[in-house]
C-alpha cells in the first residue's frame, strides 16, 4: 500500500489501526501474508493490480478539486508498466477516468485496453455497520474498453462475492453519485419535515416510524443536525458542477443541499431559544456536544455536523466542549481549529455544563445518565421520545 503520511505508514508497520472499525488484527494478518506499507511509488512498477483510493473533496469555491488523484497519477506514471490494470475508486464526476486519467497514461506511452487497462470502480463502505463487509458488498466495474472491463470483472470477482459490470466508465461514476445523492436528497426532505413538524408540534420520528408500517413505497430516513462524512455533503456538488458543461441545472439537488446545510444553524437557534426560556443567553454558557463523528459508532469526523455546531455556538460566545468515545481529541482539519479533548461523562461533568447538545447518537452513551443529570438536552437525534422537561427535540 502505498501513502504520503509517513506517520500511518509507521503505524500499518507495527500492525497498528488507525482507522476504529478495522481492528489491529486484519493488520497483523495482512503483514504476515506479505502486505508492504511504503511511501515510496517505484514499488508500484512491481505490482499487477494499482487501485486508487484518494480524496475528491471541494475547493473554496465548492467546485470538484482532483488534485490528489492527479497529483497521485503523475507519481505513479514513471513506474507504470505494460500488463498492469489501474483502477479509480475514488467517488469522482461522470468523464474522470476517461478524461482525466486516460490521457495521463496514453501520453506515458501505454495503450489502455491493448497493453494497459483502467476501470472505475467505486468504493461502497458503511463503516459501523457489522452487517456488511467490502466481501459482501456488491461491486460495480465499468471499464474504458471491454478488454479492460474483462480484467477488471475477473480481479473484484477473485475477492468480492458479486461484481456488477457497466457499460462505461461513465456509468459507473455516475452510480456511485446517484446512491449518494439519493440519499442526500432524502435527508434533505425528512430535514425539511422535521422543521414542519417542529413548528406544529408533532414529534416527526414517530411519524416517520408509523409511516414506514407501510410495506410499499416507503423507505425511513431520519432526520438529524445535518449531513456529515466524505460522500453524503460532496459528492452532489460533482454532478452539479458537471452538468453545468451541459447546460443544465440541478435545481432540486441543491435545493436538498441547502436545506441539508441549514441545518446546523436551526438547531443552534433551538438551543438559544431553550436557553432564553430558562433565563440564560448562549454567551458565556457551557454547552457539551455529545458526539464529534459525524455517524453513530464511527470516529469519522469529515463533514461532520457537530463541528459546525462547535463553531456556531463559539463564535456566538459560547464556551464549547465535546464528548465522544471515538474520537479522545479534536483532530487537525482544514478549515476548523479546537484544542479540546472529550469530556467524560460522569456525573459531575454533566452537571456542569448549562446544556448538552445531543448530535451524534453513539450507542456507548448512557442516555438515562445523561437525562438525570443534565440541566437541558437539545435532542437532534429522536432518542428521548417520552417528554421529559429537560428535553427539547430539534
Same mark, same amino acid.
Given at each position: 500500500?502505498?501513502?504520503?503520511?509517513?506517520?500511518?505508514?509507521?503505524?500499518?508497520?507495527?500492525?497498528?489501526?488507525?482507522?476504529?472499525?478495522?481492528?489491529?488484527?486484519? &493488520?497483523?494478518?495482512?503483514?504476515?501474508?506479505?502486505?508492504?506499507?511504503?511511501?515510496?511509488?517505484?514499488?508500484?512498477?512491481? $505490482?499487477?493490480?494499482?487501485?486508487?483510493?484518494?480524496?475528491?473533496?471541494?475547493?473554496?469555491?465548492?467546485?470538484?478539486?482532483?488534485?490528489?488523484?492527479?497529483?497521485?497519477?503523475?507519481?505513479?506514471?514513471?513506474?507504470? #508498466?505494460?500488463?498492469?490494470?489501474?483502477?479509480?475508486?475514488?467517488?469522482?464526476?461522470?468523464?474522470?477516468?476517461?478524461?482525466?486519467?486516460?490521457?495521463?497514461?496514453?501520453?506515458?506511452?501505454?495503450?489502455?485496453?491493448?497493453?494497459?487497462?483502467?476501470?472505475?470502480?467505486?468504493?461502497?463502505?458503511?463503516?459501523?455497520?457489522?452487517?456488511?463487509?467490502?466481501?459482501?458488498?456488491?461491486?460495480?466495474?465499468? *471499464?474504458?474498453?471491454?478488454?479492460?472491463?474483462?480484467?477488471?470483472?475477473?480481479?473484484?470477482?477473485?475477492?468480492?462475492?458479486?461484481?456488477?459490470?457497466?457499460?462505461?466508465?461513465?456509468?459507473?461514476?455516475? &452510480?456511485?453519485?446517484?446512491?449518494?445523492?439519493?440519499? $442526500?436528497?432524502?435527508?434533505?426532505?425528512?430535514?425539511? &419535515?422535521?422543521? &414542519? $413538524?417542529?413548528?406544529? *408540534?408533532?414529534?416527526?420520528? +414517530?411519524?416517520?416510524?408509523?409511516?414506514?408500517?407501510?410495506?410499499?413505497?416507503?423507505?425511513?430516513?431520519?432526520?438529524?443536525?445535518?449531513?456529515?462524512?466524505?460522500?453524503?455533503?460532496?459528492?452532489?456538488?460533482?454532478?452539479?458542477?458537471?452538468?453545468?458543461?451541459?447546460?443544465?441545472?440541478?435545481?432540486?439537488?441543491?435545493?436538498?443541499?441547502?436545506?441539508?446545510?441549514?441545518?446546523?444553524?436551526?438547531? $443552534?437557534?433551538?438551543?438559544?431559544? =431553550?436557553?432564553?426560556?430558562?433565563?440564560?443567553?448562549?454567551?458565556?454558557?457551557?454547552?457539551?456536544?455529545?458526539?464529534?463523528?459525524?455517524?453513530?459508532?464511527?470516529?469519522?469526523?469529515?463533514?461532520?455536523?457537530?463541528?459546525?455546531?462547535?463553531?456556531?455556538?463559539?463564535?456566538?460566545?459560547?464556551?464549547? =466542549?465535546?464528548?465522544?468515545?471515538?474520537?479522545?481529541?479534536?483532530?487537525?482539519? #482544514?478549515?476548523? +481549529?479546537? +484544542?479540546?479533548?472529550?469530556?467524560?461523562?460522569?456525573?459531575?461533568?454533566?452537571?456542569?455544563?448549562? =446544556?448538552?447538545?445531543?448530535?451524534?447518537?453513539?450507542?456507548?452513551?448512557?442516555?438515562?445518565?445523561?437525562?438525570?443529570?443534565?440541566?437541558?438536552?437539545?435532542?437532534?437525534?429522536?432518542?428521548?421520545?417520552?417528554?421529559?422537561?429537560?428535553?427539547?427535540?430539534?
Amino acid at each position: 500500500g502505498l501513502d504520503v503520511d509517513d506517520e500511518k505508514i509507521e503505524q500499518l508497520r507495527q500492525g497498528k489501526s488507525y482507522i476504529n472499525h478495522i481492528q489491529p488484527e486484519r &493488520i497483523h494478518r495482512s503483514l504476515a501474508t506479505g502486505f508492504l506499507a511504503s511511501s515510496d511509488f517505484s514499488v508500484a512498477q512491481e $505490482a499487477d493490480i494499482i487501485i486508487l483510493c484518494v480524496p475528491t473533496p471541494l475547493n473554496k469555491y465548492r467546485e470538484p478539486d482532483l488534485s490528489y488523484v492527479e497529483d497521485t497519477v503523475d507519481a505513479l506514471l514513471p513506474h507504470l #508498466r505494460m500488463g498492469q490494470m489501474m483502477s479509480l475508486e475514488s467517488t469522482t464526476y461522470p468523464g474522470t477516468t476517461e478524461e482525466v486519467l486516460l490521457p495521463k497514461i496514453e501520453h506515458a506511452g501505454l495503450e489502455v485496453g491493448t497493453d494497459f487497462h483502467l476501470v472505475y470502480s467505486p468504493e461502497r463502505e458503511d463503516p459501523g455497520n457489522p452487517n456488511f463487509d467490502t466481501r459482501s458488498i456488491p461491486k460495480i466495474v465499468g *471499464g474504458c474498453t471491454s478488454a479492460c472491463l474483462d480484467i477488471g470483472t475477473h480481479f473484484y470477482a477473485s475477492i468480492i462475492d458479486r461484481v456488477v459490470p457497466v457499460s462505461s466508465t461513465k456509468t459507473a461514476e455516475l &452510480i456511485k453519485l446517484i446512491e449518494n445523492i439519493h440519499r $442526500a436528497v432524502n435527508i434533505g426532505l425528512v430535514n425539511e &419535515i422535521k422543521i &414542519i $413538524a417542529d413548528r406544529m *408540534g408533532i414529534d416527526v420520528h +414517530e411519524a416517520i416510524d408509523a409511516a414506514a408500517t407501510k410495506p410499499f413505497g416507503f423507505t425511513a430516513y431520519y432526520p438529524g443536525p445535518g449531513i456529515g462524512g466524505h460522500c453524503i455533503p460532496i459528492d452532489p456538488f460533482y454532478l452539479t458542477w458537471k452538468a453545468r458543461e451541459y447546460n443544465l441545472h440541478t435545481r432540486f439537488i441543491e435545493l436538498a443541499g441547502e436545506i441539508n446545510a441549514n441545518m446546523p444553524v436551526w438547531v $443552534a437557534n433551538k438551543l438559544i431559544d =431553550a436557553l432564553n426560556d430558562r433565563g440564560k443567553s448562549l454567551k458565556g454558557s457551557r454547552i457539551l456536544v455529545l458526539g464529534l463523528a459525524y455517524k453513530k459508532n464511527t470516529d469519522d469526523t469529515r463533514e461532520s455536523p457537530s463541528v459546525v455546531l462547535l463553531d456556531i455556538l463559539a463564535g456566538k460566545g459560547a464556551l464549547v =466542549a465535546y464528548s465522544d468515545p471515538y474520537v479522545p481529541r479534536f483532530p487537525k482539519m #482544514r478549515d476548523h +481549529e479546537f +484544542e479540546l479533548e472529550s469530556v467524560a461523562l460522569t456525573p459531575e461533568n454533566i452537571a456542569r455544563f448549562d =446544556a448538552l447538545l445531543l448530535a451524534t447518537d453513539h450507542d456507548d452513551f448512557d442516555y438515562d445518565l445523561l437525562r438525570e443529570q443534565a440541566r437541558l438536552i437539545i435532542d437532534t437525534r429522536g432518542i428521548y421520545r417520552d417528554s421529559h422537561d429537560n428535553v427539547i427535540s430539534a
